[in-house]
């Protein structure tokens, strides 16, 4: 998280600790309340810590949200602070990979399929890195690690079971084997190569030849978007 950002939780919690500070501090004063002050000190600290713990928490959630809610042109994510989070949007070029869709082979760079077993609904998600780009020309990566994929699926639709078992877990292939079942139902939407996504992620930079240039020691960079440690990246199809 920015700087800016870490400093709002901390503030906040430490405002709640410095007022409990103060109530007390008044309550030492008289001699009934020095009697009873240790009663209430004991048993507020743990409070204490839990209360200013998600008050500030709750802060910073709300100041991503805020973050967040407007949009970044491409062009502009390489003047946004490193550790950031943000959203962009704009259409998936691939990069070095690839990968196929489960159900019907489509190429892409994410998918996520969601099936219906026996034992319960399951969702599998999948994706490699990949770049964004705009009509201006503007070019970013995006490192997939931990993304999650939003939508809205649609109807699941028979499959045969075989089909879709490469995607299971080898608990749930297991599970489908033994109940002797021959076709699954399942839905599966693949990110290709020049649809609209938005995604909302941290920004941070990566080395890239054709980057922007750094100074004399350092190699041209390139504005990246991946997922931070309470923000995960977030990749949600134009449909």
Do not use: N
Request: include cysteine.
């Amino acid at each position: 998280m920015p700087s800016r950002v870490r400093a709002l939780r901390w503030s906040v919690s430490g405002s709640l600790w410095a007022g409990a500070g103060l109530v007390t501090a008044l309550t030492l004063v008289s001699v009934p309340g020095a009697i009873v002050a240790w009663k209430l000190v004991a048993a507020g600290s743990v409070g204490l810590a839990v209360a200013s713990d998600r008050l500030g928490k709750l802060v910073v959630k709300r100041h991503v949200a805020r973050l967040t809610r407007g949009e970044v042109a491409l062009g502009g994510l390489r003047h946004q602070d490193e550790g950031a989070p943000v959203h962009v949007r704009g259409h998936v070029q691939v990069l070095e990979q690839t990968l196929t869709g489960v159900l019907h082979g489509t190429p892409g760079v994410a998918r996520r399929l969601l099936f219906s077993t026996p034992t319960g609904r399951w969702v599998h998600e999948a994706a490699c890195d990949f770049a964004l780009v705009d009509s201006a020309g503007e070019r970013v990566f995006v490192r997939v690690a931990g993304a999650r994929i939003l939508v809205t699926p649609g109807e699941l639709i028979s499959y045969p079971a075989a089909r879709v078992v490469p995607a299971m877990s080898a608990a749930v292939a297991e599970s489908i084997a033994r109940a002797g079942v021959e076709r699954v139902p399942a839905w599966e939407l693949v990110v290709r190569e020049g649809m609209l996504v938005d995604v909302v992620g941290v920004k941070t930079t990566t080395p890239d030849a054709s980057g922007d240039g750094g100074s004399y020691r350092e190699p041209p960079r390139r504005a990246t978007l991946q997922s931070g440690t309470i923000l995960p990246l977030l990749i949600t199809p134009m449909l």
